[in-house]
C-alpha cells in the first residue's frame, strides 16, 4: 500500500506544481527543480484493492523558494479520510 499511495502524491504533487507554471516546459528550459526536503505521513485507514480514493491538496505555506503543502487521500467509498501527507 505504501508504494501505491505515495505513487498517488507523487502525482498529486507534479499537478500542483504544473498548476503554478512547475511543469515539465519550465524545468526543461531553466536549470531549476524541486526536491522533498522532509515527508511526514499518516495512514488514518486502510484502502481496500478495488476502492476509489481522491486526493486533494493544500497549500500551507509558500515563500521564493518554499512550497509546505498537505496532501490528503480521501476514500470516496467510505466517504472517510484514509492518509495525509506533509511536505
Not at 515539465?24 to 484493492?49: C, D, H
Not at 486526493?55 to 500551507?60: A, D, G, H, L, S
Not at 467510505?78 to 501527507?85: C, D, H
Amino acid at each position: 500500500n505504501v508504494r501505491y499511495y505515495m505513487a498517488l502524491f507523487d502525482r498529486a504533487t507534479w499537478r500542483m506544481l504544473a498548476d503554478y507554471g512547475l511543469d515539465e516546459v519550465y524545468f526543461s528550459t531553466t536549470e531549476n527543480g524541486v526536491f522533498m526536503l522532509k515527508q511526514f505521513i499518516q495512514y488514518l485507514a486502510e484502502v481496500r484493492s478495488g476502492e476509489d480514493v481522491a486526493i486533494y491538496t493544500r497549500i500551507i505555506g509558500l515563500t521564493d523558494k518554499r512550497i509546505h503543502l498537505m496532501h490528503f487521500m480521501a476514500n470516496q467509498d467510505t466517504n472517510g479520510l484514509a492518509v495525509f501527507l506533509i511536505h
